[in-house]
Protein backbone atom coordinates (compact mmCIF):
# COMPACT_ATOMS: atom_id res chain seq x y z
CA UNK A 1 0.00 0.00 0.00
CA UNK A 2 1.50 3.11 -0.95
CA UNK A 3 2.30 6.22 1.46
CA UNK A 4 -1.01 8.51 -0.05
CA UNK A 5 -3.32 5.29 0.22
CA UNK A 6 -2.67 5.06 4.00
CA UNK A 7 -2.92 8.58 4.07
CA UNK A 8 -6.22 8.51 2.70
CA UNK A 9 -7.52 5.49 5.02
CA UNK A 10 -6.57 6.92 8.24
CA UNK A 11 -8.63 10.16 7.25
CA UNK A 12 -10.86 8.01 6.22
CA UNK A 13 -11.60 6.11 9.63
CA UNK A 14 -10.99 9.87 11.31
CA UNK A 15 -14.12 10.97 9.23
CA UNK A 16 -16.21 8.60 10.03
CA UNK A 17 -15.41 8.72 14.31
CA UNK A 18 -15.01 12.31 14.53
CA UNK A 19 -17.13 13.53 12.01
CA UNK A 20 -18.30 17.14 11.94
CA UNK A 21 -15.15 17.29 14.48
CA UNK A 22 -12.48 17.74 12.11
CA UNK A 23 -11.77 19.28 9.20
CA UNK A 24 -9.22 18.18 6.08
CA UNK A 25 -7.48 20.35 3.97
CA UNK A 26 -5.76 19.08 0.68
CA UNK A 27 -3.73 20.51 -1.81
CA UNK A 28 -4.27 21.08 -5.29
CA UNK A 29 -2.86 17.56 -5.75
CA UNK A 30 -5.64 16.21 -4.26
CA UNK A 31 -3.34 15.15 -1.54
CA UNK A 32 -4.32 15.92 2.44
CA UNK A 33 -2.15 18.71 3.26
CA UNK A 34 -3.65 20.04 6.86
CA UNK A 35 -5.93 18.21 9.37
CA UNK A 36 -7.60 20.37 12.08
CA UNK A 37 -9.46 19.61 14.86
CA UNK A 38 -11.35 21.24 18.11
CA UNK A 39 -10.48 19.41 21.03
CA UNK A 40 -12.63 19.69 24.40
CA UNK A 41 -12.26 17.45 27.81
CA UNK A 42 -14.48 14.60 28.13
CA UNK A 43 -17.82 15.44 30.08
CA UNK A 44 -20.43 12.97 28.45
CA UNK A 45 -23.11 15.26 28.23
CA UNK A 46 -22.56 18.28 29.87
CA UNK A 47 -21.35 20.70 27.74
CA UNK A 48 -21.51 23.51 30.08
CA UNK A 49 -18.36 21.62 32.56
CA UNK A 50 -16.18 21.68 28.99
CA UNK A 51 -14.09 24.40 31.06
CA UNK A 52 -10.96 24.05 28.61
CA UNK A 53 -9.95 23.79 25.24
CA UNK A 54 -7.38 23.83 21.98
CA UNK A 55 -7.28 23.26 18.14
CA UNK A 56 -5.27 20.74 17.31
CA UNK A 57 -3.74 21.27 13.51
CA UNK A 58 -1.69 18.45 12.20
CA UNK A 59 0.75 19.51 9.05
CA UNK A 60 1.44 16.30 6.58
CA UNK A 61 4.49 16.23 5.05
CA UNK A 62 4.85 14.07 1.79
CA UNK A 63 6.35 11.24 3.85
CA UNK A 64 3.56 10.76 6.52
CA UNK A 65 3.92 8.32 8.28
CA UNK A 66 7.36 7.61 7.71
CA UNK A 67 7.97 11.00 9.59
CA UNK A 68 6.52 12.90 11.89
CA UNK A 69 3.69 15.22 11.84
CA UNK A 70 3.90 19.14 12.14
CA UNK A 71 2.33 19.88 15.58
CA UNK A 72 0.31 23.09 16.08
CA UNK A 73 -1.75 24.10 18.90
CA UNK A 74 -4.18 27.54 18.57
CA UNK A 75 -6.61 29.10 20.16
CA UNK A 76 -6.12 27.99 23.58
CA UNK A 77 -8.57 28.67 26.45
CA UNK A 78 -8.55 28.60 29.95
CA UNK A 79 -4.48 27.21 29.21
CA UNK A 80 -1.73 28.67 30.35
CA UNK A 81 1.74 28.46 28.86
CA UNK A 82 3.25 25.86 31.01
CA UNK A 83 0.32 23.16 30.38
CA UNK A 84 0.77 24.52 26.30
CA UNK A 85 4.40 23.44 26.77
CA UNK A 86 3.01 20.32 28.11
CA UNK A 87 1.26 19.33 25.71
CA UNK A 88 3.99 20.07 23.46
CA UNK A 89 6.13 17.87 24.45
CA UNK A 90 4.11 15.01 24.96
CA UNK A 91 2.68 15.39 21.28
CA UNK A 92 5.78 15.19 20.68
CA UNK A 93 7.00 11.78 22.37
CA UNK A 94 3.57 10.51 20.63
CA UNK A 95 4.87 11.22 17.23
CA UNK A 96 8.19 9.56 17.68
CA UNK A 97 6.43 6.60 19.37
CA UNK A 98 4.10 6.22 15.82
CA UNK A 99 6.65 6.78 13.06
CA UNK A 100 5.65 4.61 10.19
CA UNK A 101 2.08 4.14 11.81
CA UNK A 102 -1.43 6.71 11.90
CA UNK A 103 -0.63 8.87 14.65
CA UNK A 104 -3.70 11.44 14.47
CA UNK A 105 -6.05 10.23 16.21
CA UNK A 106 -3.44 8.71 18.91
CA UNK A 107 -2.64 12.73 19.40
CA UNK A 108 -6.39 13.84 19.78
CA UNK A 109 -6.82 11.27 22.15
CA UNK A 110 -3.78 12.69 24.09
CA UNK A 111 -4.88 16.11 24.40
CA UNK A 112 -8.61 14.83 25.27
CA UNK A 113 -6.78 13.03 27.98
CA UNK A 114 -5.08 16.21 29.21
CA UNK A 115 -7.66 17.94 28.97
CA UNK A 116 -9.76 16.09 31.31
CA UNK A 117 -7.02 15.67 34.34
CA UNK A 118 -7.09 19.47 34.01
CA UNK A 119 -10.67 20.69 33.41
CA UNK A 120 -10.13 24.04 35.38
CA UNK A 121 -8.80 27.43 33.98
CA UNK A 122 -5.20 27.50 34.75
CA UNK A 123 -5.40 31.04 33.45
CA UNK A 124 -6.06 34.15 35.61
CA UNK A 125 -9.08 36.25 36.05
CA UNK A 126 -9.37 38.88 33.46
CA UNK A 127 -11.07 41.26 36.30
CA UNK A 128 -9.14 40.62 39.54
CA UNK A 129 -6.19 39.38 37.79
CA UNK A 130 -6.15 36.21 40.15
CA UNK A 131 -5.88 32.36 39.47
CA UNK A 132 -8.98 29.94 39.58
CA UNK A 133 -8.57 28.12 43.28
CA UNK A 134 -10.24 24.93 44.17
CA UNK A 135 -13.71 25.95 45.37
CA UNK A 136 -14.11 29.13 43.69
CA UNK A 137 -17.68 29.62 41.74
CA UNK A 138 -16.46 31.08 38.18
CA UNK A 139 -17.82 31.52 34.81
CA UNK A 140 -16.86 30.38 31.18
CA UNK A 141 -18.64 32.66 28.85
CA UNK A 142 -19.72 31.44 25.37
CA UNK A 143 -16.25 32.84 23.71
CA UNK A 144 -14.31 31.02 26.09
CA UNK A 145 -13.34 33.19 28.76
CA UNK A 146 -13.22 32.75 32.61
CA UNK A 147 -13.91 34.95 35.32
CA UNK A 148 -15.07 34.74 38.87
CA UNK A 149 -18.84 35.00 39.54
CA UNK A 150 -17.71 37.77 42.44
CA UNK A 151 -15.79 39.72 40.17
CA UNK A 152 -17.59 39.03 36.70
CA UNK A 153 -20.90 40.78 38.76
CA UNK A 154 -19.16 43.64 39.85
CA UNK A 155 -17.89 44.21 36.49
CA UNK A 156 -21.14 44.24 34.70
CA UNK A 157 -22.86 46.63 37.47
CA UNK A 158 -20.65 48.96 37.03
CA UNK A 159 -20.74 48.54 32.99
CA UNK A 160 -24.21 48.99 33.14
CA UNK A 161 -24.00 51.94 35.59
CA UNK A 162 -21.58 53.73 32.72
CA UNK A 163 -23.82 53.18 30.10
CA UNK A 164 -26.27 54.49 31.67
CA UNK A 165 -24.48 58.07 33.04
CA UNK A 166 -23.67 58.11 29.36
CA UNK A 167 -26.62 57.65 27.89
CA UNK A 168 -28.34 60.63 29.93
CA UNK A 169 -25.85 63.12 28.57
CA UNK A 170 -26.99 62.13 24.83
CA UNK A 171 -29.98 63.86 23.28
CA UNK A 172 -32.75 61.92 23.16
CA UNK A 173 -32.09 61.31 19.12
CA UNK A 174 -28.95 59.85 19.68
CA UNK A 175 -29.54 57.93 22.60
CA UNK A 176 -29.52 53.60 22.12
CA UNK A 177 -33.16 51.75 21.66
CA UNK A 178 -31.34 48.59 22.25
CA UNK A 179 -29.97 49.61 26.51
CA UNK A 180 -27.41 48.11 27.94
CA UNK A 181 -26.22 44.65 26.47
CA UNK A 182 -23.43 42.22 28.82
CA UNK A 183 -20.77 42.24 27.17
CA UNK A 184 -17.16 39.69 27.64
CA UNK A 185 -14.16 42.21 29.47
CA UNK A 186 -11.41 40.45 27.08
CA UNK A 187 -13.38 40.31 23.32
CA UNK A 188 -16.57 42.08 23.76
CA UNK A 189 -18.86 39.43 22.48
CA UNK A 190 -21.83 39.62 23.70
CA UNK A 191 -22.44 36.95 27.58
CA UNK A 192 -25.41 35.87 28.39
CA UNK A 193 -25.12 35.74 32.54
CA UNK A 194 -27.84 36.10 35.26
CA UNK A 195 -26.57 38.48 37.31
CA UNK A 196 -28.54 37.69 39.98
CA UNK A 197 -27.91 34.40 40.17
CA UNK A 198 -23.81 35.27 40.16
CA UNK A 199 -24.08 38.49 42.86
CA UNK A 200 -24.75 35.43 45.64
CA UNK A 201 -20.57 34.83 44.53
CA UNK A 202 -18.76 34.91 47.24
CA UNK A 203 -14.78 36.35 46.61
CA UNK A 204 -12.45 34.29 45.06
CA UNK A 205 -10.06 32.61 47.93
CA UNK A 206 -6.95 34.55 46.41
CA UNK A 207 -8.37 37.47 46.71
CA UNK A 208 -9.66 37.71 50.47
CA UNK A 209 -6.34 36.15 51.21
CA UNK A 210 -4.32 38.88 49.32
CA UNK A 211 -2.63 41.63 51.60
CA UNK A 212 -4.34 45.00 51.70
CA UNK A 213 -3.19 47.80 50.63
CA UNK A 214 -1.44 50.39 53.29
CA UNK A 215 -0.05 53.69 52.09
CA UNK A 216 2.91 53.90 53.67
CA UNK A 217 5.76 56.65 54.28
CA UNK A 218 7.55 55.19 51.03
CA UNK A 219 4.46 55.63 48.59
CA UNK A 220 3.88 59.32 50.24
CA UNK A 221 7.40 60.19 49.26
CA UNK A 222 6.51 58.78 45.71
CA UNK A 223 3.71 60.14 45.40
CA UNK A 224 4.98 63.60 46.22
CA UNK A 225 8.02 63.14 43.81
CA UNK A 226 5.49 62.52 40.85
CA UNK A 227 3.11 65.12 41.41
CA UNK A 228 6.34 67.61 41.54
CA UNK A 229 7.64 66.09 38.24
CA UNK A 230 3.93 66.68 36.95
CA UNK A 231 4.07 70.63 37.97
CA UNK A 232 7.51 70.65 36.42
CA UNK A 233 6.44 69.17 32.90
CA UNK A 234 3.27 70.72 32.76
CA UNK A 235 4.75 74.13 33.31
CA UNK A 236 7.26 73.40 30.53
CA UNK A 237 4.62 72.13 27.98
CA UNK A 238 5.18 68.46 28.47
CA UNK A 239 1.65 67.61 28.94
CA UNK A 240 -0.77 68.53 26.84
CA UNK A 241 -3.97 69.95 28.16
CA UNK A 242 -6.38 68.36 25.52
CA UNK A 243 -9.36 71.17 26.21
CA UNK A 244 -7.06 73.94 25.73
CA UNK A 245 -5.64 72.81 22.46
CA UNK A 246 -9.11 72.67 21.41
CA UNK A 247 -9.99 75.74 22.26
CA UNK A 248 -6.81 77.54 20.95
CA UNK A 249 -7.06 79.94 18.27
CA UNK A 250 -4.09 82.18 18.15
CA UNK A 251 -0.34 81.31 19.13
CA UNK A 252 0.99 84.11 20.55
CA UNK A 253 5.09 84.73 20.33
CA UNK A 254 7.15 87.32 21.92
CA UNK A 255 9.18 89.74 20.94
CA UNK A 256 12.57 89.48 20.03
CA UNK A 257 13.15 91.40 23.24
CA UNK A 258 11.35 89.34 25.14
CA UNK A 259 13.03 86.06 23.80
CA UNK A 260 16.28 86.54 25.04
CA UNK A 261 15.42 87.64 28.04
CA UNK A 262 13.48 84.06 27.79
CA UNK A 263 16.84 82.64 26.74
CA UNK A 264 18.52 83.38 29.52
CA UNK A 265 16.63 81.55 31.80
CA UNK A 266 15.85 78.56 29.98
CA UNK A 267 18.19 77.82 27.16
CA UNK A 268 16.05 75.09 25.75
CA UNK A 269 15.71 75.44 21.99
CA UNK A 270 13.38 77.28 19.94
CA UNK A 271 12.95 77.47 16.55
CA UNK A 272 11.24 81.30 17.10
CA UNK A 273 13.99 82.09 19.35
CA UNK A 274 16.54 81.70 16.75
CA UNK A 275 15.13 83.75 13.87
CA UNK A 276 15.83 87.67 13.83
CA UNK A 277 12.71 90.05 12.75
CA UNK A 278 14.64 91.34 9.60
CA UNK A 279 15.23 88.25 7.90
CA UNK A 280 11.46 87.30 8.88
CA UNK A 281 10.52 90.39 6.71
CA UNK A 282 12.97 89.27 4.44
CA UNK A 283 11.79 85.88 3.41
CA UNK A 284 8.07 87.51 2.86
CA UNK A 285 8.92 89.99 0.89
CA UNK A 286 11.21 87.39 -1.00
CA UNK A 287 8.12 85.20 -1.57
CA UNK A 288 5.77 87.77 -2.42
CA UNK A 289 8.20 89.52 -4.94
CA UNK A 290 8.81 85.55 -6.69
CA UNK A 291 4.51 85.08 -6.13
CA UNK A 292 4.22 88.74 -8.21
CA UNK A 293 7.01 88.05 -10.93
CA UNK A 294 5.22 84.42 -11.54
CA UNK A 295 1.51 86.34 -11.29
CA UNK A 296 3.01 88.59 -14.39
CA UNK A 297 4.87 85.79 -16.47
CA UNK A 298 1.52 83.84 -16.85
CA UNK A 299 -0.49 87.21 -17.77
Not at 228 to 246: M, R, S, T
Amino acid sequence: MSLNERVQEELEALEAILMDDISITYNDEGCADLVKSTIFPSTANEVDKQYVCVTLEVQLPENYPDCKPLIKLKSPRGLDDSTIDHLYREADKKCEEYIGQPVIYELIELIRENLTESNLPTCHCAVCLYGFSEGDSFTKTQCFHYFHNYCLTNHLIITEKHFHEEQEKLPAWKRSSEGFHATCPVCRESIKCDVEELKTALPPKELENAQKFELTKDLKMLQEKMQQLYVYQKNKGGIIDIEAEENKLLLITNSSDNSSSDNSEDPGPSLVNNISEHSLENDVLGRNQRLFSKYSTNR
